[in-house]
């Protein structure tokens, strides 16, 4: 029945319904007490509660149609009023690591785009490159962070923070944060050499089993603070108590984050004193580096004292400390766990792919000596598709949101097949996955599901590849990742000759604020 329908029929019944109730409550049984007027209060205002949603949601329904929009399919549920029987769905989706395959079988299911509900809210699921895009780009600010994602860092990072500002104030992290990601700090190789060399040297000897993703994760920990604050963690050789305690409480943080993100505002506005004194113990170790980098500043004065470092690039503009503070652990927590999981998912795709390691080491002996520039690994074709390819088919940040901030239109997902515009209400969740998306076999052909890096020779694709996002939120630290995941596959392959897989389980995906692999990335290597 549709809501015009639904109007005609409710309002006369509930003013009917109101005159019964109140003939029968007060006048016939003398209740004229003042519970029982209470009583009859509480029944009028949700009955003119009701009319009133109603009546908007038609109003909306006309505008819609004005539009030339389509009506947006609706997945099934058992319970349609919170949607427990999805949630529930969805948990034991993401307890088993399946929760990427989970946003699969929907999307197939229910159609590209379509609505369900989450604990009592309508949520928009949509995969249309052309809405990503509308969302990202073309009518960005309709679409501000909010939701989960916002509820997941907002403890950790605060509300000024390039990843929790929306508006002005973001347009100012942003543009704060710019100058330190260009091209010639990236450049730059040596931050990472050092890193990659200690991880080398940690690697076991031929055909012993190692967790790869343990090892990135650490490399990738003592190449940030580095390259960010001047002075590495050291995990792979000798951290001090300071840095060991730093890194538990980043992964404290970053864990109960996650479950922000999951329980949205039950969690935010519980106090949590153990998220509070790590994020406090966190903000005070950042401190401690920037007060030596503002020192030295001053010693110097514009002087270049030192190799590249981020901190050092910040403080050109005079930024107060705590919001520099606030910035650098958003870099930390955007950079340091993506970069390394998707170097993880690489070394997972080649060890089950020989072929494609042949390929790859015949193009990295084509360069003499063991350490690259920066123009070579840019033109290193193969390498470069590999990459590319494995963040097709694993994304760190597997599925991204965003919510509206008034009525607006998408261009896709409306009518029986889904071609139409649709119009979207104010404060409507929306949700999309990469990582699905990625996986298309209409626009990746009927192998989407393979590791083919050759694919990349003559394919060209736009928001239906987008491991970094898109638009003017991109990913500002795309160049830094890819400069570092190449770096490491080249040192790697100029060491061992081959990998091998350890473990032989399902590609499972653990959901946290970054997807990582949940029981590691077993490995053994042979040497060159
Ligand atoms: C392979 C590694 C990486 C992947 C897959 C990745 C992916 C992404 C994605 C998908 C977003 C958009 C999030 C959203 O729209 O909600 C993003 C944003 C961001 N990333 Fe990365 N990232 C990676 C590495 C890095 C690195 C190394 C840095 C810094 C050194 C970094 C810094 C940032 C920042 C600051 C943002 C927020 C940008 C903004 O809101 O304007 N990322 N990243």
Request: net charge positive; proline share 6%.
């Given at each position: 029945?549709?809501?015009?329908?639904?109007?005609?029929?409710?309002?006369?019944?509930?003013?009917?319904?109101?005159?019964?109730?109140?003939?029968?409550?007060?006048?016939?049984?003398?209740?004229?007490?003042?519970?029982?007027?209470?009583?009859?209060?509480?029944?009028?205002?949700?009955?003119?509660?009701?009319?009133?949603?109603?009546?908007?949601?038609?109003?909306?329904?006309?505008?819609?149609?004005?539009?030339?929009?389509?009506?947006?399919?609706?997945?099934?549920?058992?319970?349609?009023?919170?949607?427990?029987?999805?949630?529930?769905?969805?948990?034991?989706?993401?307890?088993?690591?399946?929760?990427?395959?989970?946003?699969?079988?929907?999307?197939?299911?229910?159609?590209?785009?379509?609505?369900?509900?989450?604990?009592?809210?309508?949520?928009?699921?949509?995969?249309?490159?052309?809405?990503?895009?509308?969302?990202?780009?073309?009518?960005?600010?309709?679409?501000?962070?909010?939701?989960?994602?916002?509820?997941?860092?907002?403890?950790?990072?605060?509300?000024?923070?390039?990843?929790?500002?929306?508006?002005?104030?973001?347009?100012?992290?942003?543009?704060?944060?710019?100058?330190?990601?260009?091209?010639?700090?990236?450049?730059?190789?040596?931050?990472?050499?050092?890193?990659?060399?200690?991880?080398?040297?940690?690697?076991?000897?031929?055909?012993?089993?190692?967790?790869?993703?343990?090892?990135?994760?650490?490399?990738?920990?003592?190449?940030?603070?580095?390259?960010?604050?001047?002075?590495?963690?050291?995990?792979?050789?000798?951290?001090?108590?300071?840095?060991?305690?730093?890194?538990?409480?980043?992964?404290?943080?970053?864990?109960?984050?996650?479950?922000?993100?999951?329980?949205?505002?039950?969690?935010?506005?519980?106090?949590?004193?153990?998220?509070?004194?790590?994020?406090?113990?966190?903000?005070?170790?950042?401190?401690?580096?920037?007060?030596?980098?503002?020192?030295?500043?001053?010693?110097?004065?514009?002087?270049?004292?030192?190799?590249y470092v981020f901190l050092d690039e910040l403080l050109k503009a005079n930024p107060p400390e705590d919001y520099t503070i606030d910035q650098i652990i958003s870099i930390l927590i955007a950079g340091r766990d993506t970069t390394a999981v998707a170097m993880t998912a690489v070394f997972y795709f080649l060890a089950r792919n020989p072929a494609?390691?042949?390929?790859?080491?015949?193009?990295?002996?084509?360069?003499?000596?063991?350490?690259?520039?920066?123009?070579?690994?840019?033109?290193?074709?193969?390498?470069?598709?590999?990459?590319?390819?494995?963040?097709?088919?694993?994304?760190?940040?597997?599925?991204?949101?965003?919510?509206?901030?008034?009525?607006?239109?998408?261009?896709?997902?409306?009518?029986?097949?889904?071609?139409?515009?649709?119009?979207?209400?104010?404060?409507?969740?929306?949700?999309?996955?990469?990582?699905?998306?990625?996986?298309?076999?209409?626009?990746?052909?009927?192998?989407?599901?393979?590791?083919?890096?050759?694919?990349?020779?003559?394919?060209?694709?736009?928001?239906?590849?987008?491991?970094?996002?898109?638009?003017?939120?991109?990913?500002?630290?795309?160049?830094?990742?890819?400069?570092?995941?190449?770096?490491?596959?080249?040192?790697?392959?100029?060491?061992?000759?081959?990998?091998?897989?350890?473990?032989?389980?399902?590609?499972?995906?653990?959901?946290?604020?970054t997807n990582s692999l949940p029981y590691g990335c077993l490995v053994s290597v042979r040497r060159a």
């Amino acid at each position: 029945m549709d809501s015009l329908a639904l109007l005609a029929f409710s309002v006369p019944l509930s003013a009917w319904g109101l005159s019964r109730a109140y003939v029968w409550l007060i006048v016939e049984n003398g209740h004229a007490t003042l519970s029982s007027y209470l009583f009859f209060l509480a029944l009028s205002a949700l009955a003119v509660k009701l009319s009133l949603s109603l009546f908007r949601k038609h109003r909306f329904e006309c505008r819609s149609r004005a539009l030339g929009c389509g009506p947006v399919a609706v997945s099934p549920h058992k319970d349609p009023v919170l949607g427990l029987d999805g949630f529930l769905k969805a948990l034991r989706a993401l307890k088993s690591h399946k929760l990427l395959d989970f946003y699969a079988v929907n999307f197939a299911s229910y159609g590209k785009t379509h609505y369900t509900i989450a604990l009592g809210k309508w949520v928009l699921m949509t995969n249309e490159a052309e809405n990503i895009k509308t969302i990202l780009s073309t009518k960005m600010d309709d679409w501000p962070i909010a939701g989960p994602r916002l509820f997941a860092t907002l403890p950790v990072l605060g509300p000024n923070s390039i990843f929790t500002s929306n508006g002005e104030a973001w347009r100012r992290a942003r543009a704060l944060l710019k100058p330190s990601f260009e091209r010639d700090q990236l450049t730059d190789l040596r931050c990472f050499d050092r890193h990659i060399g200690n991880m080398l040297s940690k690697i076991p000897a031929d055909g012993i089993a190692f967790d790869m993703q343990s090892l990135l994760l650490d490399m990738t920990m003592d190449s940030s603070t580095d390259f960010l604050l001047g002075y590495s963690t050291n995990l792979l050789t000798k951290a001090s108590p300071e840095a060991e305690h730093f890194v538990n409480n980043f992964e404290y943080a970053s864990r109960e984050s996650a479950k922000n993100a999951r329980l949205g505002p039950i969690l935010y506005y519980l106090p949590h004193p153990g998220l509070q004194k790590a994020v406090h113990a966190l903000r005070e170790y950042v401190r401690v580096y920037l007060k030596k980098a503002m020192a030295e500043k001053e010693q110097h004065a514009g002087i270049k004292h030192r190799s590249y470092v981020f901190l050092d690039e910040l403080l050109k503009a005079n930024p107060p400390e705590d919001y520099t503070i606030d910035q650098i652990i958003s870099i930390l927590i955007a950079g340091r766990d993506t970069t390394a999981v998707a170097m993880t998912a690489v070394f997972y795709f080649l060890a089950r792919n020989p072929a494609v390691v042949n390929k790859l080491r015949a193009e990295i002996s084509s360069i003499s000596g063991d350490t690259p520039t920066w123009e070579q690994l840019k033109h290193m074709k193969y390498l470069n598709n590999i990459v590319k390819e494995s963040l097709r088919l694993f994304s760190p940040v597997g599925t991204n949101s965003r919510t509206s901030n008034k009525e607006t239109l998408l261009p896709r997902g409306g009518g029986r097949d889904g071609s139409k515009p649709i119009l979207v209400p104010e404060g409507t969740p929306v949700r999309w996955s990469s990582h699905v998306l990625q996986r298309s076999k209409e626009v990746y052909g009927p192998d989407a599901d393979e590791f083919r890096p050759e694919r990349w020779d003559d394919l060209r694709v736009s928001w239906e590849y987008i491991p970094f996002s898109g638009g003017p939120r991109i990913c500002p630290g795309q160049q830094f990742a890819l400069t570092q995941i190449a770096y490491t596959l080249f040192k790697f392959f100029k060491t061992f000759h081959a990998i091998e897989a350890q473990d032989s389980g399902p590609f499972l995906a653990k959901a946290s604020l970054t997807n990582s692999l949940p029981y590691g990335c077993l490995v053994s290597v042979r040497r060159a």
